[in-house]
């Protein structure tokens, strides 16, 4: 079956359509016509010298894949669906030893070990501190004067203290996280002039921190995350090294996703006024999971074959590399109710902003759901009459659905 809908050459991962918009009625034509697609990529322009890749929109193929590490594999080509033309192959087998971007055994091994800092105790613990933290950053906002950026002034904020709190990171420490992480994710945007070489340099530098933290504790251990992960690495914990690759993975996973979901729900709320106010007056449980199925941070993943297979009536082969578009999936008709509509008392919502299932399901989603909660119920009693003084401003990036700016304004 064709889909004569979308134009010869249209790449869901373009980084300059995605700095405007997240391609949902594209989405919406594929799920119905040819929900896995071949798109075709020319002139090496994602980094993995190929001709380019299968997209998977709808929400069951998406599971389906995400379910099925011993058929499509996070390893062979790491998670991350368009680096560019421009990066060394030895630079994306390097990425391999990030947690993101491993396979069973060893991402099992791994997973074990870091999860025991995600216990549903260890994140309760952190409610109280967080909640005040979240007061904290509202009422340093509330006291701009005019407009001021809502992604540098709140949504970023929070993700960062809870990171820090979690691992022990000196509070005062927590900005260059800030500023390494989105070196590292943020080389498709002119606007940064981060080259591929930054990024990595700035990677280097959150291993090297978290490798330092490290080695501390080994020596002086303390009653925190680092400790239980690394102090007694002979009885199956971390080394120094695999510690650092956490950070690393924990500076992306915990801090960009989060923050572009609250800055994405902010967005929402202000351009649904009907929604803010329901939000406002009842606080109902469902709010975070419906942010995160509408913002859906990450708007893509992938997988390779290991073998040949057959998807949507497709016939995959070995080695080819397989899209996984979450975006797409959460807005599966199919699965959810007038999915583009934002409904923060949607429930069920079994959207996969978290990712679809399977071992790579979002180890920190526990957290996200607080921090958002906590973030929304401080605006929403110190800032009620919030409201936007311009248009976001997006991130240039293939597969992170990203906001650098949004103006808003108490007065």
């Avoid at 797409?328 to 978290?354: K, W």
């Amino acid at each position: 079956m064709t889909c004569p809908a979308l134009p010869d050459g249209f790449d869901l991962t373009d980084p300059d359509m995605l700095q405007q918009r997240v391609p949902l009625p594209e989405f919406a034509e594929l799920r119905r016509t040819e929900p896995v697609r071949w798109i075709a990529q020319s002139d090496n322009v994602a980094g993995f010298q190929d001709e380019g890749y299968w997209a998977v929109t709808r929400h069951e193929d998406v599971k389906f894949v995400s379910t099925h590490p011993e058929l499509f594999s996070s390893m062979l080509n790491t998670a991350i669906i368009r680096f560019n033309e421009h990066i060394e192959r030895d630079a994306i087998d390097a990425q391999r030893l990030i947690i993101l971007n491993m396979d069973p055994p060893e991402h099992t091994r791994v997973r074990q070990i870091v999860q025991r800092g995600f216990t549903p105790r260890s994140i309760r613990a952190l409610e109280d501190t967080l909640r005040a933290r979240a007061q904290g950053i509202v009422q340093s906002a509330l006291a701009q004067e005019g407009s001021f950026d809502f992604v540098t002034q709140v949504a970023c904020e929070l993700p960062l203290q809870a990171i820090a709190e979690l691992i022990g990171i000196p509070q005062e420490d927590r900005l260059k996280i800030f500023e390494w992480s989105n070196r590292m994710i943020s080389y498709d945007d002119p606007e940064y002039a981060i080259t591929e070489e930054v990024g990595q340099e700035a990677a280097m530098e959150v291993i090297a921190y978290a490798m330092n933290m490290a080695a501390d504790r080994k020596k002086c251990p303390a009653k925190d995350i680092v400790t239980t992960l690394v102090a007694a690495e002979d009885e199956g914990n971390l080394g120094s090294d695999e510690f650092g690759m956490f950070v690393l993975a924990l500076a992306v996973a915990g801090n960009e996703t989060t923050r572009n979901a609250i800055s994405h729900g902010m967005h929402a709320f202000l351009t649904h006024p009907d929604q803010w106010e329901l939000f406002k007056r009842e606080r109902p449980a469902t709010t975070a999971e419906e942010i995160v199925r509408w913002a859906t941070p990450v708007v893509s993943f992938q997988r390779t074959a290991t073998q040949d297979t057959e998807l949507g009536g497709k016939k995959i082969k070995q080695g080819d590399r397989v899209g996984i578009f979450y975006a797409s999936a959460n807005h599966d008709p199919y699965v959810f109710e007038n999915p583009d509509t934002f409904d923060i008392t949607r429930d069920p919502n079994p959207h996969l902003g978290f990712g679809g299932g399977g071992p790579h399901f979002c180890l920190g989603k526990s957290l996200a759901v607080m921090e958002i909660n906590l973030i929304f119920n401080a605006i929403a009693d110190a800032m009620p009459g919030l409201h936007l003084t311009g248009d976001p401003r997006r991130l240039r990036s293939a597969w992170i659905n990203g906001v650098k700016e949004l103006q808003v304004s108490v007065g």
